[in-house]
């Protein structure tokens, strides 16, 4: 794996957003898969684009009000994803928030195995 780049850095190379698509099998740790795409592909800053599909389960936590809530997926529609990954000596670092198409707050993923055919795209830059 090639060096990580400081968050700050005075580029003079032309830079190209780029897109990836991360298709998941039943089961994948979603993660997990996030994780060992960028570490392959050399990426060390990702955003999430979208996300399409269903996660079969898993755990994540939300505000509902002044209430600290816990959400159990189970074969749960994402209407909506966002989030940003950084990858670093100790691994990955960031934040998946879905909105579920059954509930309408954003839900930080804490663990979750997707469903076959799951999506996520991630934007990401390379440099010239």
Do not use: R
Not at 45 to 71: C, F, H, P, R
Not at 73 to 81: G, H, L, R, S, V
């Amino acid at each position: 794996m090639a060096a990580a780049i400081p968050s700050s850095m005075y580029w003079q190379k032309k830079a190209l957003k780029k897109t990836m698509t991360l298709q998941f099998d039943e089961d994948d740790d979603i993660l997990k898969g996030i994780e060992s795409a960028m570490h392959e592909n050399c990426i060390f800053k990702a955003d999430v684009a979208e996300a399409s599909g269903k996660i079969k389960s898993g755990l994540g936590n939300y505000v509902q009000g002044s209430q600290y809530m816990t959400k159990c997926f189970n074969d749960t529609e994402i209407k909506i994803a966002t989030g940003h990954f950084e990858l670093g000596k100790k691994g990955l670092f960031g934040v998946l928030k879905i909105i579920p198409k059954d509930l309408n707050s954003h839900v930080s993923i804490g663990k979750a195995k997707a469903k076959k055919g799951m999506e996520i795209k991630l934007w990401y830059y390379e440099f010239e």
